[in-house]
């Protein structure tokens, strides 16, 4: 068993007794002191004088003194002691500037001459700092009705996600400073979506909005933290604005500044969690809600030692109404337009104008689009994925040579084959035909041969190179070239077999002219 630490108010009584006449053998059958520490403190009120009964008994701050004068000094062995002791003062003195050891150490030497390691340096460091009183000293804050809530995220029990696997989910709470009353909600992230949707849920439990929303500085609401200046998220920033609340980040490292919900968040961990089971996320949310309304909203308060529910009832109306309309909570996020004119968002590809590559710009993102600002100025919007992977493209963002590759398809083709005759088509059908090659560039490119050479010319070198079953682009832009289309074809070519052989004999058949004339009409 420990001794037992005598206060002050007992040393007066037994220095009553002692005056009284009592001795230090009748005093100690009481069991107030030993005999020991009797006898030395009967000689230390002799010695005072405070035995005198004419005398007035001096009051416990006096006998606290001498007692305390009284006291032994303990004797410190040397080599505990440090060489930097003479300097003790200066060290304080700078130690109370914020002054770091090391520099300390170095000051020591260069203005003091000091020829000590700086582990003695360190060692009075730590004597200065032990022996100042800490001091652990809180005020309790009071709210007025509607005046403010407080948000954290507690660690919530694994579940299984909807992808199969088991992961942790984490609880949104926001509680009412004044009345305690709770809204809890468990989500799989703490994305800046979450968060925003979260505040919007917990506004319309609570069916009304707070003057301000203390928060710690989690990375979906507060970009820099700061004691002074910090910077808010901008999808946060929003969302005050078009609920009509604000923003009170905490000093950083200092959750005691939202102490009401961090007790809420470990209430609900200590008695909520522990003693029910949960098939999935909805059952959990669901189960949690009853929770609230019937045993946490009316149970008695350990501070304010009403139900919070009764609270509640009091506070509602002095909470700001909700807007008429619910705010667009959109997510911003800065994005970069890569070489394909592609943002990438949640694993989703979405144009941008090509003319934008290589530069940053805002995005910002609801349930329903995706929109791109540069300079708070819309540059593009689209629907927003539904799967992973997804590539979103507007046309016209492209470059116009890629425009013109993707515009002129197969069904383009043939449409522009048909307009000039059944010769070209043959020709579009056979290239596009093809099982081995992937001839959509070599069709592109007889059909562009229209352009430079007419469709009437065109049609009558789709009608040479089929006879000579060769309908190749090269063999097409050949005859055109040399003028061949011009030229009248064999009686025995009139109607030539049409084969799909991708080797054929030399091109330069294609040009005889042997009994040919040249007078002739071309088409009959």
Known sequence: ??????????????????????????IARQGLMGRTKLGTFRGLASAQGWLDPNQAAPDEAAIAQALHSNKPQSKRAL?????????????????????????????????????????SVK???????????????????DFLPGEAAQVDF???????????????????????????????EFVWDQTVATWLGCHRRAFEWFAGVPQRVIIDNAKCAIIKACRFDPQVQRSYAECAEGYDFKIDPCPP???????????????????????????????????????????AGQRIHGTTREQPMDLFALERSFLKPLPPQAPDLGVWQSVTVHRDCHVKFADMLYSAPFALVGKVLWLRSNDG????????????????????????????????????????????LNTQADQIG????????????????????????????????????LELACRRAMAHDSPYYRTVKTILSTNSDRLALPEQSMAPAYTNARFVRDASSLFTTDSLNPQQDLLH
């Open 1 to 26: 068993m420990g001794r037992r630490k005598i206060v002050m108010y007992q040393y007066r009584q037994i220095l009553v007794r002692l005056r009284a006449g009592d001795t230090v053998r009748e």
């Open 253 to 295: 490292h200092d959750p005691q500044k939202k102490g009401i919900v961090e007790s809420g968040v470990k209430y609900v961990k200590r008695n909520f969690l522990p003693t029910r089971e949960f098939r999935d996320l909805a059952d959990l949310n669901a189960q949690v809600q009853v929770w609230v309304l019937q045993e």
């Open 369 to 412: 689009c995706v929109a791109l600002y540069e300079d708070y100025q819309l540059v593009a919007t689209h629907p927003r994925g539904q799967r992973r992977g997804q590539r979103i493209t507007t046309a016209d963002h492209l470059p116009p040579k890629a425009q013109l590759f993707f515009a002129h398809d197969r069904q383009w």
């Open 123 to 141: 060692r009075i460091i730590r004597d200065i700092l032990q022996a100042q009183p800490e001091q652990n000293v809180t005020v309790r804050l």
């Open 154 to 184: 507690g660690a919530g029990p694994f579940l299984t996600h909807p992808d199969g696997q088991s992961k942790r989910t984490w609880a949104f709470v926001m509680t009412l400073c004044h009345s305690r009353h709770q809204y809890v």
């Open 79 to 119: 080599s505990t002691i440090s060489k930097a002791d003479p300097w003790r003062v200066v060290i304080e003195r700078w130690l109370s500037a914020g002054v770091q050891g090391a520099t300390i150490h170095a000051a020591l030497v260069r203005e003091h001459q000091f020829q000590g390691s700086y582990s």
């Open 422 to 457: 059944p010769y070209c088509r043959q020709v579009i059908d056979w290239l596009l035909g093809d099982r081995i090659l992937e001839r959509l560039r070599a069709a592109q490119g007889v059909i562009g041969l229209a352009k430079t050479y007419g469709a009437q010319r």
